[in-house]
């Protein structure tokens, strides 16, 4: 149990679909991240949150829409995506926007294929 | 172009190994983080450094921070195969800003 828990783990969408990725987690921790994780490529950070606000957005296209609605959950919305998406999405959180100490806890992933 | 250089991208040892991995960038870390992933889960923390020429151990892992802060090294002393897995490095660049590496990619056989 890693406090942090994604769900779907496995989703195959179509490039018309939409779908949405759920991350929760109960450690209390007030800052929350999706990252893209492609093989043979570093970790892509895509969004933070910070005390549910959006505090950073990595040029990311607009087909990807996060949401925060408070500060256990955080959604990433898709909508018409390229099969380039496909990928491990991975959420992480930490304590008050510091990740130095305890570092990020992250969930297991979704694995995205986009066909 | 990479911000963190991770060496040797793969890595296949036999039981009982010792083995080195590296992280190197030609920007200065204010922290540098490493993690372990195995297939299928996330990244999960294994050690934080701070000072340069900082050295950390847990169990047969050694965790070095160049005295620079623009590198890092982890030894692994008789590989195991439970430590099969991508190791992460994660500089801090700016406040609470981390940058992963691509890893290295750990196959302890048996």
């Known amino acids: 149990e890693t406090g942090v828990t994604q769900t779907p783990r496995h989703l195959v969408m179509g490039m018309t679909n939409k779908k949405s990725l759920k991350c929760e987690q109960h450690l209390g921790h007030n800052a929350m991240y999706w990252y893209k994780q492609s093989a043979k490529k570093p970790l892509e950070l895509m969004f933070v949150?910070?005390?549910?606000?959006?505090?950073e957005n990595n040029s990311v296209p607009s087909r990807f829409s996060p949401e925060c609605p408070n500060s256990s959950h955080l959604f990433l919305h898709l909508h018409t995506l390229q099969p380039e998406d496909s990928a491990l999405y991975l959420c992480a959180s930490s304590q008050d926007g510091r990740a130095r100490g305890k570092g990020y806890t992250f969930g297991s992933g979704t694995r995205l294929t986009v066909v | 172009t990479q911000l963190l250089e991770q060496s040797p991208q793969f890595l296949s040892i036999q039981e009982g190994e010792n083995l080195t991995v590296y992280c190197n960038s030609s920007?200065?870390?204010?922290?540098l983080q490493w993690y372990r992933q195995e297939p299928g889960e996330g990244p999960v923390l294994l050690v934080t450094v701070v000072t340069g020429g900082e050295v950390k151990k847990l169990k047969r892992l050694t965790f070095q921070f160049g005295d620079a802060r623009k590198d890092s090294s982890l030894h692994i002393t008789a590989a195991q195969p439970g430590d099969t897995g991508l190791y992460l490095c994660a500089g801090e660049y700016n406040f609470n800003k981390f940058y992963f590496g691509s890893g290295t990619k750990l196959n302890v056989k048996p």
């Open positions: 920007s200065v870390f204010s922290s």
């Open positions: 949150y910070s005390l549910e606000e959006r505090v």
